[in-house]
T-cell receptor
Framework: AQSVAQPEDQVNVAEGNPLTVKCTYS??????LFWYVQYPNRGLQFLLK??????LVKGSYGFEAEFNKSQTSFHLKKPSALVSDSALYFC?????????????FGTGTRLLVSP | GAVVSQHPSWVICKSGTSVKIECRSL??????MFWYRQFPKQSLMLMAT?????????EQGVEKDKFLINHASLTLSTLTVTSAHPEDSSFYIC????????????????FGDGTRLSIL
């Protein structure tokens, strides 16, 4: 079965420090991987995706993610966190054999950036 | 581009009433839209895949007669919660993908801002 794990419910980081939000996946075949951010009472905003090619993917708002096939991971990173980055982050995978465009989401990680 | 609008943002209604939520793709045509439900502090649960001009595909455990989906045009899908009860209170979110390659699977989904449904 396809699944996505976000092992941390919450990540705390001070403003200006680097941040990492972890994601691992379990799918058959090669997946398409996505990161989304959700602010309170809002829908999800797309941050970045990995489809193929360079393992380091750059996305919106200075975020990047590194695809590691051997570790089946797709951790989200940012060199210098901002207070405004505080939000709920979801990792998602789209297995290639789903037929439609279904996304399988992780449980989400709340990022708190302190001033 | 790729804006998805969802309306209304908030709904409060009495138990037993039906509530309709609209999801519109404003600047693109979406043959497929998705409806999710999100419980507090939890992830998104896919309820159904809405296909323009045909019946929606529901996920296991989702009642078709309870959650009616209509996708009558390439820019509009609606979710109607029929005879709503307090346990239907939740945050409902729709999404759509830009047309792309054959199965669109490499395109991100673009989400509406969600609808907070509260049944009294």
């Amino acid at each position: 079965a396809q699944s996505v794990a976000q092992p941390e419910d919450q990540v705390n980081v001070a403003e200006g420090n680097p941040l990492t939000v972890k994601c691992t996946y379990s799918v058959s075949g090669n997946p398409y991987l996505f990161w989304y951010v959700q602010y309170p009472n809002r829908g999800l905003q797309f941050l970045l995706k990995y489809i193929t090619g360079d393992n380091l993917v750059k996305g919106s708002y200075g975020f990047e993610a590194e695809f590691n096939k051997s570790q089946t991971s797709f951790h989200l990173k940012k060199p210098s966190a901002l207070v405004s980055d505080s939000a709920l982050y979801f990792c998602a995978v789209r297995p290639m054999n789903t037929g439609f465009q279904k996304l399988v989401f992780g449980t989400g990680t709340r990022l708190l950036v302190s001033p | 581009g790729a804006v998805v609008s969802q309306h209304p943002s908030w709904v409060i209604c009495k138990s037993g009433t039906s509530v309709k939520i609209e999801c519109r793709s404003l600047d693109f045509q979406a043959t497929t839209m998705f409806w999710y439900r999100q419980f507090p502090k939890q992830s998104l649960m896919l309820m159904a895949t809405s296909n323009e001009g045909s019946k929606a595909t529901y996920e296991q455990g989702v009642e078709k007669d309870k959650f009616l989906i209509n996708h009558a045009s390439l820019t509009l899908s609606t979710l109607t919660v029929t005879s709503a009860h307090p346990e239907d209170s939740s945050f409902y979110i729709c999404s759509a993908s830009l047309p792309g390659r054959a199965n669109y699977s490499n395109q991100p989904q673009h989400f509406g801002d969600g609808t907070r449904l509260s049944i009294l």
